[in-house]
């Protein structure tokens, strides 16, 4: 066992030295592993990062917030029914559902009746009506001014609280706060500019306008009612089921559902939605992971490919170690330890490159910061050693297999 | 005095196939080799002497016929116990020098230590002192191509001596050097064999020839004849004193 220890050792001690005196070859040899790994590292990096960031934000909301949506299964959405939340279940929650705190209605308008404008610039963004309640459940906090308040919402003031992106697109120039801008024709004054979130997927964060919701309300007319989102706090955790099995049998009592027709509307807890997200991310670090995995193959197949070449090249040298000796195991072991050494070298390389891609990624685009968490690592060690080991033992057999005469006149 | 015999070849036979014809490289041969030998072997090219060179390193294997070294039937040596035997008891030097190209000097002596499991200590120390007896103690971080074909022959020297080897096997040693480095590495062998060494030199220059103390003639694949030379034999080139 200690001999092959020292064989190891030794193996290790040329490999480095023969890798490095081809440098520029053994650098283009590994760069399928390097850019394999890069991007492992660098899309791992980016996502992990961004998941400890939203599993963060969930954590400041808390697990005892619960979101009430409308739903319309599929097949009645084809056929033009739509599903609704209303103001008048908003209040059933808020006056009959026993032990829960800022319920907060939420009212989007998209497309048309999202056109916001200042001084003559024209532009669209998220109109999102909600009450001052919003703030304690989404920990939106503003960076200047202040967040509506009750009275504001009571008295349907027409007042804005705008995302920091809003300020670049309609060019809002000097201090914001007391200037109006348009939102669907009528006239809100600025009171307040949220923090800055940064773009999420490419989704900017900080692109939406808030209003009293029933400011909205009284925008929107009352030609049709709006669908709604509800959000509450449950004050005990433990009675978390409890209060959700009270929204369920108010809201169908409500909407008048019938025993055995489903619910039309969902409940669902931060922990859920959290599991939703931890599903997607799990799917897309898969699919992005079998998509590099195909490229260490590619890699793989080149480093093969070059070991093979390089047998050849060595054939004389493995002649001369023969005549002094070596015997088949030695030189096996010999090139399966460049091959190896080569990958490992090259996963090196990658996991450094991709950290710094990966970091470079994050700041451009506002995402939270990139995290490489440990089994990444471990990970993409294991596999660029395991490449090496796979398509190294092709060349290094047919290395070891030479018979030594003929390797001797190789020329 | 009765000599100690190192190897023994009784009915040597090499039989290849070229094609469907088949040929004897080697037929026959019955063959001593002593303690402290100064053998050449001589003879046309085609008659032989390659094949027997490999037989006797251990490189490969008669058809026929029993090998003997130091007693050991290597007929009944499987392929790793082959590359013990010429790793502790051959000492190979070639026409064109077979130095690992990308190593220097040094690394390349202590090659053969590394099949022996010898520590790098040791290695270095033992390589170092080998290089110092070919005269060659401040060339040892040279790469071949850095030094000069007598200078390269004697590396590989030093590398053949360096395990210690029971014979010192040269194919045609002085083939790519001119006459006076020819002369030089003659001179060095002539040294290592009063120092007690077994050495075999492949040769067709009879100059080489008559410098060993033995000479034996094949022809094709058979031994012709086998005799003593008278020595000391002349210098080859005169002024050799200048050059040891």
């Known amino acids: 066992m200690s001999n092959l220890k020292f064989k190891i050792i030794e193996g290790t001690r040329s490999a480095a030295l023969s890798i490095f005196a081809h440098g520029f070859r053994s650098f283009l040899t590994t760069l399928g592993i390097i850019i394999g790994v890069a991007s492992v590292i660098a899309v791992v990096s980016v996502v992990q990062g961004f998941s400890a960031n939203i599993t963060q934000q969930f954590d400041g909301m808390g697990t005892n917030v619960l979101n009430v949506e409308s739903y319309t299964p599929r097949k009645e959405r084809l056929q033009g029914v739509r599903a609704k939340l209303t103001y008048d279940d908003y209040l059933e929650i808020k006056y009959r559902v026993p032990g829960v705190s800022n319920v907060t209605p939420t009212v989007r308008m998209w497309g048309s009746n999202a056109v916001i404008t200042y001084r003559g610039q024209s532009s669209s963004s998220m109109i999102v009506g909600t009450a001052s309640t919003y703030q304690k459940l989404n920990t939106v906090y503003p960076e200047r001014g202040r967040f509506f308040n009750l009275s504001d919402d009571k008295s349907r003031r027409r007042v804005a609280v705008l995302g920091p992106s809003i300020m670049s697109k309609l060019d809002i120039k000097g201090d914001p706060i007391g200037q109006h801008v348009a939102v669907s024709g009528e006239w809100f004054k600025v009171i307040g500019i949220a923090e800055k979130r940064g773009k999420l997927f490419g989704f900017d964060q900080d692109d939406f306008i808030l209003l009293p919701f029933s400011t909205t309300r009284a925008l929107l007319g009352g030609a049709e009612e709006p669908d709604i989102t509800i959000s509450l706090q449950v004050d005990e955790p433990s009675q978390l089921e409890q209060v959700k099995q009270h929204i369920k049998n108010l809201l169908r009592r409500n909407h008048k559902l019938s025993k055995g027709t489903d619910d039309d509307f969902e409940i669902a807890t931060a922990d859920q939605m959290l599991d939703t997200f931890d599903e997607i991310v799990g799917s897309t670090t898969l699919v992005l992971g079998g998509i590099v995995g195909i490229s260490l193959l590619v890699g793989g197949i080149g480093i093969m490919n070059i070991m093979l070449v390089s047998v050849t090249e060595r054939t004389r040298e493995i002649g001369i170690q023969k005549a002094l000796g070596a015997t088949r195991f030695d030189i096996l072991l010999q090139f399966l330890i460049e091959a190896v050494f080569l990958c490992l070298l090259g996963g090196l390389i990658g996991l450094i490159l991709g950290f710094g891609a990966g970091s470079l990624i994050s700041n451009l685009t506002g995402l939270p910061s990139a995290t490489v968490p440990a089994w990444a690592i471990v990970l993409s060690f294991g596999f660029s050693g395991g490449i090496g080991l796979i398509f190294g033992i092709i060349p290094a057999a047919k290395a070891a297999n030479l018979d030594p005469i003929d390797a001797l006149r190789y020329e | ?244």
Do not use: W
Not at chain 2, 231 to 239: D, I, N
């Open chain 2, 1 to 244: 005095m009765s000599k100690q015999t190192i190897i023994e070849l009784r009915g040597i036979a090499k039989h290849y196939m070229m094609g469907s014809e088949g040929f004897y490289a080697l037929d026959g041969i019955d063959l001593d080799i002593y303690l402290n030998d100064y053998m050449a072997v001589v003879g046309s090219s085609g008659s032989g002497k390659s094949t027997l060179m490999n037989l006797l390193g251990c490189l490969d294997l008669p058809t026929a016929g029993e090998y003997k070294l130091k007693g050991t039937d290597v007929a009944t040596l499987d392929e790793t116990s082959l590359a013990g035997i010429r790793n502790r008891e051959i000492g190979f030097i070639f026409q064109n020098f077979n130095l690992l190209p990308r190593a220097t000097a040094l690394q390349n002596v202590m090659q053969p230590l590394i099949y022996r499991g010898i520590a790098l200590a040791e290695r270095k120390q033992r390589a170092q002192d080998a290089l110092a007896m070919v005269g060659l103690q401040d060339r040892m971080t040279h790469v071949p191509n850095q030094l000069s074909g007598g200078q390269r022959q004697r590396v590989a020297i030093a590398r053949a001596l360096v395990t210690e080897p029971a014979i010192l096997l040269a194919d045609e040693p002085t083939g790519n050097l001119d006459s006076s480095t020819t002369v030089e590495i003659m001179a060095l062998f002539d040294q290592l064999h009063s120092d007690g060494q077994t050495l075999i030199v492949v040769t067709h220059e009879q100059e080489i020839a008559e410098r060993c103390h033995r000479v034996i003639t094949l022809k094709d694949g058979r031994l012709m004849s086998d005799q003593a030379n008278k020595v000391p034999v002349k210098p080859l080139v005169s002024g050799v004193a200048a050059h040891v």
